[in-house]
């Protein structure tokens, strides 16, 4: 029994048994009879809807995107003393992105449960002067994707903050400060900034506050819903588990999803491609303009909404990058034939267009749109969360606002001139 709960995962959708991973080389998957004749089985991803093992790039695309990256992924390994994606999998896949959950063989998905805690107690875990949750938390599973650290909550009606339990499903993730990078600072109120001037640019995104005593970005999950008070998980799967593109991979330049690619995976899985296309589009000029070179293609998402079929999430991880000169300074996505920002413009938005098949015109009014709204959204953004920033966010506010006006006025004068 000790080694079969050693070498294999089984892979939940509430109750139903999806199928079992294996600790193979490279790690595989496998259907279970039961969820072949359900009738509403339905593809994980792009793993192929089939009897016997698969150990196709796919798999491990799939389920290799559940784990943190880069720093955070190699802390982890250490920390559990694992460096295989089975092991890791193992060790921290419970409540993930998505709708699955990962359990150990020989254990079943339980009732949530959920522990009380406190924004103080928050803000002492992230400064490591206290365990996450407790002992009381032991066991609990958190995979949640990406290079920053994160943590995941629920709220209680008046707000207050709860541990999830073993593989409780969270509602919120709570994103303090980065402080593994030299020269970035009050980098959760530059996200909760751009964020909130995404949505009052018109842009759908996921809903944010920040949060002053953890000094963090809280973000509602795009993959829960709430119903008479329980958390329901949302089928959500991102860019780089669509095009079976592992996270070592996701920038362009390394071969992951450049527009083109993206453009292809949103005609081939909405069920409402024209509208998603647009708020695609809408997303690039966003952040072109708001000077966010970390636009990758883990930063997109497809979601399964009830009676809505598959749709691009709202979008989210909107910031400044550019506001840090220690940060890269190519966009993650090739525009035309160019990935230098100061050099993206009329000429590149055409090229796009005639790579893609579009006319021009679809592209640059819509440019021209996300301009004429960017900077007022900025402003309003902006003087809504000055009552909850402190002396360094407050200036974080007033540079990244100046940032962002000499950004995007630059790139409407690239995309004018030529008109001209």
């Known amino acids: 029994m000790m080694a079969t709960q050693a070498t294999q995962l089984n892979v939940f959708d509430g109750d139903a048994h999806v199928g079992t991973i294996r600790d193979t080389d490279p790690i595989s998957f496998e259907y279970t009879p039961e969820w072949l004749n359900f009738a509403d089985r339905y593809p994980v991803a792009t793993i192929a809807l089939q009897g016997g093992r698969n150990d196709s790039p796919a798999v491990h695309a799939f389920f290799e995107n559940l784990l943190p990256e880069g720093d955070l992924r190699d802390a982890l390994a250490m920390?559990?003393?694992?460096?295989?994606?089975?092991?890791?999998?193992?060790?921290v896949a419970g409540d993930n992105i998505g709708n699955l959950v990962l359990l150990p063989a020989g254990e079943l998905p339980q009732a949530p449960k959920y522990m009380p805690t406190s924004w103080e107690e928050i803000a002492k875990v992230f400064a490591g002067l206290a365990p996450e949750g407790g002992s009381d938390r032991a066991g609990h599973r958190i995979s949640v994707s990406g290079a920053q650290r994160k943590t995941t909550?629920?709220?209680?009606e008046t707000g207050g903050p709860q541990w999830p339990i073993g593989t409780a499903p969270s509602l919120y993730l709570v994103k303090p400060d980065i402080k593994s990078l030299d020269g970035v600072w009050s980098s959760a109120a530059n996200e909760t900034i751009v964020m909130r001037a995404a949505k009052h640019c018109g842009l759908e995104v996921a809903e944010v506050f920040y949060e002053p005593v953890t000094k963090s970005c809280v973000v509602k999950r795009l993959d829960r819903t709430l119903s008479a008070s329980r958390i329901k998980r949302l089928v959500q799967y991102d860019f780089c588990q669509l095009s079976s593109t592992r996270s070592d991979k996701k920038y362009e330049h390394e071969g992951g999803p450049g527009i083109k690619s993206c453009i292809d995976i949103i005609k081939k899985n909405s069920a409402r491609p024209a509208p998603d296309l647009k708020r695609f589009f809408e997303w690039l000029f966003f952040n072109l303009m708001v000077g966010n070179n970390?636009?990758?293609a883990k930063n997109l998402s497809l979601y399964q909404l009830a009676g809505d079929g598959n749709r691009l999430t709202p979008h989210y991880d909107l910031m400044c990058t550019r506001l840090y000169p220690g940060l890269s300074k190519e966009f993650a996505l090739r525009v035309g034939d160019k990935t230098m920002p100061g050099e993206?413009?009329?000429?590149?938005?055409?090229?796009?267009?005639a790579e893609l098949g579009m006319k021009s015109s679809y592209l640059t009014?819509?440019?021209?749109?996300?301009?004429?709204?960017?900077?007022?959204?900025?402003?309003?953004?902006?003087?809504?969360?000055m009552p909850a920033f402190g002396p360094s966010e407050i200036t974080l506010a007033k540079r990244l606002s100046l940032k962002v006006t000499t950004i995007a006025q630059s790139f409407h004068q690239r995309m004018t001139e030529m008109e001209n």
């Open 79 to 91: 920390e559990q003393k694992v460096s295989s994606v089975f092991s890791l999998l193992r060790a």
């Open 153 to 156: 909550i629920s709220l209680t």
């Open 294 to 296: 970390d636009s990758h």
């Open 344 to 353: 993206i413009g009329s000429e590149q938005v055409s090229a796009l267009a």
């Open 365 to 385: 009014d819509i440019a021209d749109s996300v301009y004429k709204r960017l900077l007022p959204a900025m402003e309003k953004a902006i003087d809504e969360l």
